[in-house]
């Protein structure tokens, strides 16, 4: 049985320029922290969304779980390129409240993620300087609290080989950070479709090249967004 070099239609498409988009990062899992300033109790939340519904449904739920609370305030961002950003200070001094959890979000670098703090009132006005700091200390504790995910810019590639060789691929994928889309067998050949983030795939070509010895095909069919685990360490 014959087969296409691994080469063929890969390396044509790469001739032409490719678009590359940055990866972001969001949230996966939300872990509440809590504050206590003079009297007053703040608790943050980080929420993954991906809309302003999302975000009034979110909103309005903990305003009902939290019906002795005196403020809700929060502030969310949304697409991959950052474009929707929004704040309330849900009745605190203007400025004080929703701005400096946007600012938490900002510099935490994540987007579809909404970050809500919930205070009870103590009896003991903060100021606004002091109210400020608190906002902004507790979603910057919300953040970095939750759980996160990654989304990555890649291509998805289909990769047919000859089941001799598909024990050497198949373990690459282990060792290699891509994500499996799907996975066949027709009768001469299993057929693999990944996602592999677009600065790799150069590499794993030659990866697959060298495994195979030129036998099978791969061809990139695509491109789009994918998840992928994240890690803290990776924050810059």
Known sequence: MGYVSVDTIYEEEGKVQQ??????ISIEQMVPVELIMKKSRFIGMAFHVTSDDEVHEIIGNLKKSNKNAKHVCYAFMLGEDYSVAKNNDDGEPAGSAGAPIFEAIKQAKVTNTLVAVVRYFGGVELGKSRLTRVYNAVATGAIKEAKKFKMVYCNEVEIKVSYQNYGAVSKLFT????????????????????AVPVKASEKLVSSIRARTRGAGSISNYGTGFYKFEYKETEAE
């Open 19 to 24: 678009e590359v988009k940055n990866d972001y």
């Open 175 to 194: 060792e290699t950070n891509i994500h499996i889309i799907e996975q066949k067998n027709d009768e001469s050949m299993p057929i693999v479709k990944i």
